[in-house]
């Protein structure tokens, strides 16, 4: 069986085997071995087959996909626009083939990024490192937050509409809202793992601005910490119908000496659905810790 | 002609507000969308936890199966003891619509109506757009809905549900059998009814059906709900 490392989850994943060039996956439940502290880089999942049905894949046709003459879907033609003309980012993504999975490699989703840390932060950042990324908020089956949770393997579908765009996480079934409609941030809000996600066009890119962040954070597997005083831009750009940009600019002054920038690219996955995923850590927890 | 008191006309009135779940909503006409179909777009909460605790709650007698009987007894001794969502684990289909502290967002679009729930982030997919059921649906929490329009009544049907949730936090039990058909009618700008049918031949000897109201939570914010569970103990494995 094909491994898929899958960095720091010391969650259940339903999806333990991957073919390059295809999404295909078995209905397993599988379990994480040999404990969390050891999954942090390049882990193997060891899977347990919960039930006897055999690998399967949702085809679900979308008559909306532009096709080639031998009916494959054209990954490479135009981007679809909305009545308005705005570029329709609606569809399900997921990080390329050959890109490696999660984020929780030496440097995270700040690979080849300078990253200047506050004192603090790099304090935080360093120790997490030495402990092999534990402790990661996803491991109580907490949401992971913006960036992190862009950065796992697991799809995620966007559904665009005039005053609201929708991200729909498959990992966790978490969802997020970004409002179009130009509201304003509210002045009082209780802090939230995905904050609130305001959206503006720019030409063809949605540029997304997010506050109102919880002050623990973890912007991927590795650990780079955020504070509340997080503020992310997101600018989304569908660059043809098959594939979506996503530039992060990470700014908190709390935690980094300036503001830093990420950029992950997406390829549409045609003709399919989400598959659920439900946090399933509980299954060995002692107990729940908080709602 | 007998005159009626003043005090009972004030009182039928004030009723009347009241049933309307929000007053002066019943004027407005119900939204729709440009295929003329009621819009159910809104945020949506029970209008009490009746049906929560106990789904066949106002029915009579329901028929179980002997071994469905022997869990619901089980579980309701237990008093609830191992409920999932007691374990961060989502409700399932209907349960996650039930509670009252826990509303839901329907957003509304051609081929699919997404609902977005308070509880835990989940969401929820019903898909419009003429699709059919999987073949061979894995077992989910969530289970896979479809959904058609009667007239103005949207009508969903959700299987693949694992038999692990639970219909309601009473306890009673389904198989693999069960097929839920939920029929959304937006009566009003305020309200909305949902015709919730049981029908799991496995676990019950005749499908059953209740009618939960909804109400309109106008000018919210959904925010976000998380349930957090204790790490694996690593010294376990």
Same mark, same amino acid.
């Given at each position: 069986?094909?491994?898929?490392?899958?960095?720091?989850?010391?969650?259940?994943?339903?999806?333990?085997?991957?073919?390059?060039?295809?999404?295909?996956?078995?209905?397993?439940?599988?379990?994480?071995?040999?404990?969390?502290?050891?999954?942090?880089?390049?882990?193997?999942?060891?899977?347990?087959?919960?039930?006897?049905?055999?690998?399967?894949?949702?085809?679900?046709?979308?008559?909306?996909?532009?096709?080639?003459?031998?009916?494959?879907?054209?990954?490479?033609?135009?981007?679809?626009?909305?009545?308005?003309?705005?570029?329709?980012?609606?569809?399900?993504?997921?990080?390329?083939?050959?890109?490696?999975?999660?984020?929780?490699?030496?440097?995270?989703?700040?690979?080849?990024?300078?990253?200047?840390?506050?004192?603090?932060?790099?304090?935080?950042?360093?120790?997490?490192?030495?402990?092999?990324?534990?402790?990661?908020?996803?491991?109580?089956?907490?949401?992971?937050?913006?960036?992190?949770?862009?950065?796992?393997?697991?799809?995620?579908?966007?559904?665009?509409?005039?005053?609201?765009?929708?991200?729909?996480?498959?990992?966790?079934?978490?969802?997020?809202?970004?409002?179009?409609?130009?509201?304003?941030?509210?002045?009082?809000?209780?802090?939230?793992?995905?904050?609130?996600?305001?959206?503006?066009?720019?030409?063809?890119?949605?540029?997304?601005?997010?506050?109102?962040?919880?002050?623990?954070?973890?912007?991927?597997?590795?650990?780079?910490?955020?504070?509340?005083?997080?503020?992310?831009?997101?600018?989304?750009?569908?660059?043809?119908?098959?594939?979506?940009?996503?530039?992060?600019?990470?700014?908190?002054?709390?935690?980094?000496?300036?503001?830093?920038?990420?950029?992950?690219?997406?390829?549409?996955?045609?003709?399919?659905?989400?598959?659920?995923?439900?946090?399933?850590?509980?299954?060995?927890?002692?107990?729940?810790?908080?709602? | 002609?007998?005159?009626?008191?003043?005090?009972?006309?004030?009182?039928?009135?004030?009723?009347?507000?009241?049933?309307?779940? &929000?007053?002066?909503?019943?004027?407005?006409?119900?939204?729709?969308?440009?295929?003329?179909?009621?819009?159910?777009?809104?945020?949506?909460?029970?209008?009490?936890?009746?049906?929560?605790?106990?789904?066949?709650?106002?029915?009579?007698?329901?028929?179980?199966?002997?071994?469905?009987?022997?869990?619901?007894?089980?579980?309701?001794?237990?008093?609830?003891?191992?409920?999932?969502?007691?374990?961060?684990?989502?409700?399932?289909?209907?349960?996650?619509?039930?509670?009252?502290?826990?509303?839901?967002?329907?957003?509304?679009?051609?081929?699919?109506?997404?609902?977005?729930?308070?509880?835990?982030?989940?969401?929820?997919?019903?898909?419009?757009?003429?699709?059919?059921?999987?073949?061979?649906?894995?077992?989910?929490?969530?289970?896979?809905?479809?959904?058609?329009?009667?007239?103005?009544?949207?009508?969903?049907?959700?299987?693949?549900?694992?038999?692990?949730?639970?219909?309601?936090?009473?306890?009673?039990?389904?198989?693999?059998?069960?097929? &839920?058909?939920?029929?959304?009618?937006?009566?009003?700008?305020?309200?909305?009814? &949902?015709?919730?049918?049981?029908?799991?031949?496995?676990?019950?000897?005749?499908?059953?059906?209740?009618?939960?109201?909804?109400?309109? &939570?106008?000018?919210?914010?959904?925010?976000?709900?998380?349930?957090?569970?204790?790490?694996?103990?690593?010294?376990?494995?």
């Amino acid at each position: 069986m094909t491994t898929v490392p899958h960095a720091g989850s010391a969650f259940a994943s339903r999806r333990c085997s991957a073919e390059p060039g295809l999404r295909t996956f078995e209905w397993r439940r599988c379990s994480a071995g040999p404990g969390p502290r050891t999954l942090a880089f390049g882990l193997v999942l060891v899977c347990v087959l919960a039930s006897p049905a055999v690998a399967q894949w949702l085809h679900v046709p979308q008559p909306a996909t532009p096709r080639t003459a031998d009916g494959t879907p054209d990954l490479t033609a135009p981007a679809p626009r909305t009545p308005d003309g705005k570029p329709d980012l609606s569809g399900i993504w997921q990080r390329p083939r050959g890109v490696p999975p999660g984020s929780g490699g030496t440097d995270g989703i700040a690979a080849g990024v300078e990253v200047l840390f506050q004192p603090s932060a790099e304090a935080v950042y360093k120790a997490r490192g030495e402990n092999n990324s534990k402790g990661t908020p996803s491991e109580r089956c907490l949401p992971h937050g913006i960036t992190k949770a862009f950065s796992v393997p697991e799809p995620f579908k966007i559904v665009q509409t005039p005053a609201l765009v929708l991200v729909l996480h498959e990992e966790f079934n978490h969802h997020r809202q970004i409002f179009t409609d130009g509201r304003r941030a509210p002045s009082r809000r209780a802090p939230t793992w995905f904050g609130y996600s305001r959206g503006t066009w720019e030409g063809d890119l949605l540029v997304v601005e997010t506050t109102g962040f919880v002050d623990d954070t973890w912007l991927d597997f590795r650990g780079h910490p955020a504070t509340d005083a997080l503020k992310i831009v997101e600018r989304y750009r569908r660059r043809d119908f098959g594939h979506l940009e996503i530039q992060f600019t990470i700014d908190d002054p709390k935690a980094y000496r300036q503001p830093w920038n990420v950029t992950m690219g997406f390829d549409l996955l045609p003709d399919t659905e989400l598959i659920e995923h439900i946090c399933e850590n509980e299954r060995d927890a002692a107990h729940i810790v908080g709602r | 002609m007998t005159s009626i008191p003043a005090r009972w006309i004030a009182g039928s009135i004030a009723i009347a507000l009241l049933l309307s779940g &929000v007053g002066g909503a019943q004027e407005r006409a119900v939204p729709r969308t440009p295929d003329r179909k009621p819009d159910l777009s809104g945020i949506w909460r029970s209008a009490s936890n009746r049906y929560l605790t106990d789904l066949s709650a106002g029915i009579t007698r329901v028929s179980f199966q002997p071994w469905a009987r022997a869990v619901y007894e089980q579980r309701r001794a237990g008093n609830g003891k191992s409920r999932p969502s007691d374990r961060c684990l989502p409700r399932g289909v209907p349960s996650m619509m039930l509670a009252r502290d826990e509303p839901w967002k329907v957003v509304q679009t051609p081929g699919a109506i997404t609902i977005l729930f308070h509880e835990s982030l989940h969401y929820r997919q019903i898909f419009t757009d003429g699709r059919p059921f999987p073949d061979d649906p894995a077992p989910s929490w969530l289970g896979y809905s479809i959904g058609r329009w009667e007239g103005d009544t949207l009508v969903a049907e959700t299987i693949g549900l694992t038999e692990e949730t639970w219909l309601d936090e009473g306890g009673h039990p389904h198989s693999d059998a069960l097929r &839920v058909t939920e029929r959304f009618r937006r009566g009003a700008v305020g309200r909305m009814d &949902v015709d919730v049918t049981i029908d799991d031949p496995k676990a019950y000897t005749a499908p059953w059906t209740v009618t939960v109201r909804f109400e309109l &939570v106008p000018n919210a914010d959904l925010g976000e709900q998380v349930c957090a569970v204790a790490p694996a103990d690593d010294s376990k494995n």
